[in-house]
């Protein structure tokens, strides 16, 4: 190869500059501005360019300045990646000299870690950083589930691994604020001062490699590690340590399948399980798996030669934002949505994309008229991910809503969103919170439908569905949820496409509806934060509705007096909470801030009780006798997918005695887990505590009523 002119050596110079910028900004500060498609390109196209740069050789970047950092004594490499077939087969012939034997494991998507145990104990753990040394995140590693603090066994070793938040928790908590679960898993184990917008409590360790310490290095009460010879021999042993390994298939050559075939086959499984899988993962990890034949091959100085990462083909396509509308949900969050040229993407036809919060518009640095880079991977929503500058009139040619209809928009002139000045549904002036903005009144008609929505949702009034709940507010027949009960036939006739029958059903149910517990009256609501299993637990706890509304009428009075009660514990320690919040404090899965929105949230919403409470049947909600049953003064967690609902397995806890909560702590007594169960069960394990699936819940259960009916 000739050396480049001046002129290719200026484009390999920005070429190399541009990766080691956004190397630093993925690494040191979990910042992403490109696919990793298009920086895998940037990277091939260095490589084409100049084999030998030196760019090409680092991997990440230093931590960022003012940050602990450590040196790794194991230096985590990157992999060589490959996203067809031709390339695995490269690297089973030819990279591996014709290996005979292989382990892969689904790639995650979230945030390196590596992470030091002496003598069974975490003492440490660090970012990948470079490669050679990381950050410290000692502090922030130890609130992950799935990372014990202590090994059944005391051995040294470093386990490698990656931090990644199951999607489910990222749906329900953060989807409003983040783009990805990716960056909010690197930003939660970097955080400082516990001011990230993720917790690292809300993430889970998966462990995929582990390396021991020299006999010169180990320490006086370090076992002897095992000799194992294989991949597949270490990873069941580190989970029987308490890690939670990734999934593992071992691959070998038979009479029906070469083992490449086997490889594809893979491949293939993984590319059809992503969009239901529990995590974020961009592919499969295919690697050697004899330990003696990896010391063979050996590393170059990027990347292992015995590992390939194979990545799934990017579900990406790019389209021109038409214009930008601002929508107001339940809780007042007011959000901007992009109206986007039909593109065809993970499977759909995508006209409406969310833009998250007002902030993610300035992140992009988003404009009417930019096209767009459009991600869209399952059922997860589609999300703009880069502008990609000015659109021009053919950018719009040849594309076609999905009923087929030809798309003939004309080209928006160039211009930035303008953030509303207020609510763009009620026009009530809004607040700022941060990045977010929200319209604080409750009359707010979107905030009233989308509340009437949940409402019928959560009582399963399955007649009434978002069309007709905006004609019965934009028509005036609801301004608030008691409204739904004044409801005459004479109104819904009026309406589109309301028949006799249909009004017959729809008054039938909610007639039903009337009648409810305090638990799901206050699941119903859809106050911030309250589940219906937290639900559950404070009602249970106080008891009725009058009561819960005299909690809120004291809320705020101070320890001390006839009504703040003592201001001082037994011990002579002042009160540092007002009477109602200790109260509710004392419930489990209820923490200052549930307590605080709980009784705010009431508060605002006091003439709405009221009214509800004059029109409904709200029972109150008895304390069930834990005196006797198989799970008698035990507190239980529902997690997974079960074979039937969860609020009947939720009865059977109760009627044998047990405590049903929504949240995995040390005092849990017992965790019921269905499959794809997450960040729960991690957190369960690594705090000990007693797991059991549905059919062994059946069996303890089955078990007890035998007992009973044997006396």
């Known amino acids: 190869m000739s050396d480049p002119t001046p002129a290719e050596r200026e484009v390999i110079e920005d070429l190399a500059n541009a990766i080691r910028d956004l190397s630093e900004a993925y690494f040191s500060r979990a910042k992403t501005t490109v696919s990793d498609a298009e920086f895998d390109a940037m990277v091939d196209r260095l490589r084409r360019l100049d084999p030998q740069h030196p760019q090409l050789q680092q991997i990440g970047s230093d931590p960022a300045p003012g940050t602990m950092k450590i040196e790794h004594r194991f230096p985590l490499q990157s992999l060589d990646k490959a996203t067809t077939g031709k390339e695995i087969n490269h690297f089973l012939t030819a990279t591996t000299r014709e290996t005979a034997r292989c382990i892969s494991q689904p790639k995650f998507d979230g945030s390196s870690l590596s992470v030091e145990y002496r003598g069974g104990l975490l003492v440490q753990a660090a970012t990948r950083g470079s490669g050679t040394r990381g950050e410290d995140v000692t502090a922030n590693a130890r609130r992950l589930g799935g990372l014990p603090r202590r090994l059944s066994e005391p051995v040294d070793l470093v386990v490698r691994g990656e931090v990644i938040m199951p999607l489910e928790i990222f749906k329900e908590k953060y989807s409003e604020r983040s783009p990805n679960p990716r960056n909010l898993a690197a930003g939660a184990i970097r955080q400082q001062h516990g001011d990230g917008i993720a917790q690292p409590d809300d993430l889970v360790f998966h462990t995929f490699d582990a390396s021991f310490f020299p006999e010169n290095e180990q320490s006086e009460d370090s076992m002897t590690p095992l000799n194992l010879g294989h991949d597949s021999d270490l990873i069941p042993w580190l989970e029987t340590l308490g890690f939670s390994p990734a999934p593992w298939e071992v691959h070998v050559a038979t009479e029906e399948k070469t083992l490449l075939e086997s490889i594809m086959q893979a491949t293939m499984t993984w590319t059809e399980k992503r969009n239901d899988y529990e995590f974020e993962i961009d592919g499969l990890v295919i690697k050697v798996d004899a330990f003696e034949e990896r010391k063979i091959l050996g590393s170059t100085a990027h990347h292992p030669r015995w590992a390939l990462a194979w990545k799934f083909p990017p579900e990406e396509a790019e389209t021109v934002v038409m214009e930008v509308i601002w929508r107001t949900g339940r809780t007042g969050a007011i959000t901007p949505v992009a109206l986007v040229a039909p593109q065809f993407v993970g499977g759909v036809t995508v006209e409406r ?112 569905g978002e069309k007709l709940i905006q004609q019965l507010v934009s028509v005036g027949y609801i301004t608030n949820l008691s409204d739904m009960y004044r409801l005459t036939a004479e109104q819904l006739l009026l309406l589109d496409r309301m028949g006799e029958t249909s009004t017959k059903k729809v008054l039938a149910e909610i007639e039903a509806s009337r009648s409810m517990t305090l638990a799901n009256f206050l699941h119903a609501l859809g106050l911030p934060k309250i589940g219906p299993e937290l639900a559950e637990a404070i009602a249970t706890e106080v008891g009725s509705l009058q009561a819960m509304c005299e909690l809120v009428r004291i809320r705020d009075i101070e320890p001390g007096g006839i009504e703040g009660g003592p201001a001082e514990d037994e011990n002579g320690k002042p009160y540092k909470h007002p009477l109602a919040i200790r109260m509710l404090l004392s419930i489990e899965g209820v923490g200052q801030t549930v307590a605080v929105l709980l009784l705010e949230g009431l508060a605002k919403r006091l003439e709405l009780v009221k009214d509800l409470d004059e029109l409904l049947d709200i029972s109150n909600q008895m304390k069930i006798s834990t005196s006797e049953g198989v799970l008698s003064g035990r507190t239980v967690c529902i997690t997974g997918t079960l074979s039937r609902p969860r609020s009947e397995i939720a009865d059977i806890v109760k009627k044998a005695g047990g405590k049903v909560v929504g949240s995995v702590s040390k005092k849990l007594g017992l965790l019921i887990a269905g499959d794809n169960a997450g960040s729960k069960l991690a957190k369960a394990t690594d705090f000990g505590i007693q797991v059991i699936n549905e059919e062994m819940f059946r069996a303890m259960i089955k078990r007890e009523s035998n007992e009973h009916a044997s006396v």
């Open 353 to 464: 994309v969310t833009l998250h919060n007002a902030g993610e518009i300035e992140r992009l640095d988003l404009n009417v008229g930019d096209r767009v880079k459009l991600v869209r991977r399952g059922d997860v929503i589609p999300k703009v991910t880069e502008v990609l500058g000015a659109a021009v009139e053919g950018d719009l040619a040849g594309r076609f809503h999905a009923d087929g209809t030809e798309f003939t928009a004309a080209l928006p002139s160039r211009q930035r969103p303008k953030r509303p000045d207020s609510c763009p549904e009620c026009g009530h002036s809004i607040i700022t919170d941060g990045a977010f903005i929200r319209c604080p009144s409750l009359s707010c008609t979107a905030r009233i439908a989308r509340a009437v929505q949940y409402w019928c949702k959560a009582l399963e009034i399955d007649g009434i």
